[in-house]
C-alpha cells in the first residue's frame, strides 16, 4: 500500500502549541511527523525498559509499523518537540475492541523528559479523547502500575476500574 502524503512541505499538518513546545499528531502522510517515525518507534520501544512495563516489544513494533504502514486512524501517536525538533513526550494509544463492551481507546503509553510542560500532558489527554470520540468510541483506558501514576490521570476524570491481582508461581 501506498500513503499519499497530504502535506510536501515541512510543516506538521496536525500541529498544536504547548507552552514552549509543540505537539504533533503523528501521521504516515504527514511528510513532516512521518520523518520522525523511526526515533518515535525507537522511543516507544525503549519505553517499554525504562519503565519495566508489561507490553511485549514486538506486539508494540508491530502495531506501529503497521499503523503507520496503512495510516490507519486506530492507532494515535503524538509526540511534543523542542524548538530543536527533539522529542521531549510522546504518547501511544490504539482502539481495541473488547467483548461484551465494544471498542476501547487504550492509552498504551505516556512519557515526557522534562518537568515541565504539564500543559503537554493535559493537550496529549485531550487529543486522545477527542480521537476517541471521533471514531465513536466512549471508553478511554489507561493501565499504570502504581498509584501516583494512577492519581496522575484521576485529575483528567480517570477512575479505577479494575484491580488485578498477581500470584507468582515458583
Not at 506538521?12 to 502522510?29: E, H, I, K, N, Q
Request: contains cysteine; aromatic residues 8%.
Amino acid at each position: 500500500m501506498t500513503v499519499a502524503l497530504v502535506n510536501d512541505e515541512l510543516e506538521p499538518v496536525f500541529s498544536y502549541p504547548a507552552g514552549a513546545y509543540t505537539v504533533l499528531r503523528v501521521r504516515a502522510d504527514d511528510s513532516f511527523t512521518r520523518r520522525l517515525i523511526p526515533k518515535i518507534i525507537e522511543r516507544a520501544l525503549g519505553f517499554i525498559e525504562r519503565t519495566d512495563c508489561e507490553t511485549d516489544p514486538v506486539w508494540l513494533g508491530q502495531l506501529l509499523y503497521n499503523g503507520f504502514a496503512t495510516n490507519s486512524n486506530l492507532i494515535h501517536v503524538l509526540v511534543a518537540l523542542d524548538s530543536k525538533e527533539n522529542i521531549i513526550a510522546h504518547s501511544v494509544s490504539y482502539i481495541e475492541t473488547i467483548q461484551g463492551v465494544g471498542n476501547v481507546a487504550t492509552i498504551l503509553q505516556v512519557e515526557k523528559s522534562v518537568r515541565d510542560g504539564a500543559e503537554i500532558t493535559d493537550l496529549g489527554i485531550k487529543l486522545v479523547c477527542e480521537w476517541a470520540k471521533s471514531l465513536g468510541v466512549k471508553i478511554v483506558r489507561n493501565w499504570t502500575s502504581t498509584d501516583s501514576r494512577t492519581r496522575r490521570f484521576e485529575k483528567y476524570g480517570f477512575t479505577k476500574h479494575r484491580n488485578v491481582l498477581q500470584l507468582t508461581l515458583e
